[in-house]
T-cell receptor, first 109, second 114 residues
Framework: DAKTTQPNSMESNEEEPVHLPCNHS???????IHWYRQLPSQGPEYVIH???SNVNNRMASLAIAEDRKSSTLILHRATLRDAAVYYC??????????FGTGTSLTVIP | NAGVMQNPRHLVRRRGQEARLRCSPM?????VYWYRQLPEEGLKFMVYLQKENIIDESGMPKERFSAEFPKEGPSILRIQQVVRGDSAAYFCASSDDRNNQPQHFGDGTRLSIL
């Protein structure tokens, strides 16, 4: 299973954009990049996923490097409800997800 | 459209007892996944099932743990003769038949072993 590397924690001011980085230098050509987040006492929540092109949805944007060895999750305006642990995951063929320890995002009012 | 439902939300067992955790996937989903999360850690994959079949159980402990997803009814994760180290949050996720689609997670069962 390909591994990802994320900072342990990040802080952001409320209503500011947040850029959450993820390195995945051993990604294979068929691995999709998925982002999930987990609020305390809840299950993970899907945020966004992509393969090669940048992706946008109502929650966030995903910027994927040209060589695919890194990606960045962008929250355009952080709110207090965005405080969570964010997981960057590579999905290997066969549908298994392998979670790391993620980035704990603190949003400062 | 109900999400993934897990029950019970909290389960307390004494050492040596059996624990049964249930998961009803989202409507229309035929793929179920179980994960375990220890405090302050990320989720660890345990097992992947489709209806009546175990597809990948590479993350399951070799003894005392089993999982099933029958043709009718919820998926069950069973832990026999529980020990203190089994205390954790157990999450279930489901997805539809298409590859690389998101998994939708339940809110987990928190298992405590006395």
């Amino acid at each position: 299973d390909a591994k990802t590397t994320q900072p342990n924690s990040m802080e952001s001011n409320e209503e500011e954009p947040v850029h959450l980085p993820c390195n995945h230098s051993t990604i294979s050509g068929t691995d999709y990049i998925h982002w999930y987040r987990q609020l305390p006492s809840q299950g993970p929540e899907y945020v966004i996923h992509g393969l090669t092109s940048n992706v946008n949805n109502r929650m966030a944007s995903l910027a994927i490097a040209e060589d695919r060895k890194s990606s960045t999750l962008i929250l355009h305006r952080a709110t207090l409800r965005d405080a969570a642990v964010y997981y960057c995951i590579l999905r290997s063929p066969g549908n298994q997800f392998y979670f790391g320890t993620g980035t704990s995002l603190t949003v400062i009012p | 459209n109900a999400g993934v439902m897990q029950n019970p939300r909290h389960l307390v067992r004494r050492r040596g007892q059996e624990a049964r955790l249930r998961c009803s996937p989202m409507k229309g989903h035929s793929h179920v996944y179980w994960y375990r999360q220890l405090p302050e850690e990320g989720l660890k994959f345990m097992v992947y099932l489709q209806k009546e079949n175990i597809i990948d159980e590479s993350g399951m402990p070799k003894e005392r743990f089993s999982a099933e997803f029958p043709k009718e009814g919820p998926s069950i994760l069973r832990i026999q003769q529980v020990v203190r180290g089994d205390s954790a949050a157990y999450f279930c996720a489901s997805s539809d038949d298409r590859n690389n689609q998101p998994q939708h997670f339940g809110d987990g069962t928190r298992l405590s072993i006395l």
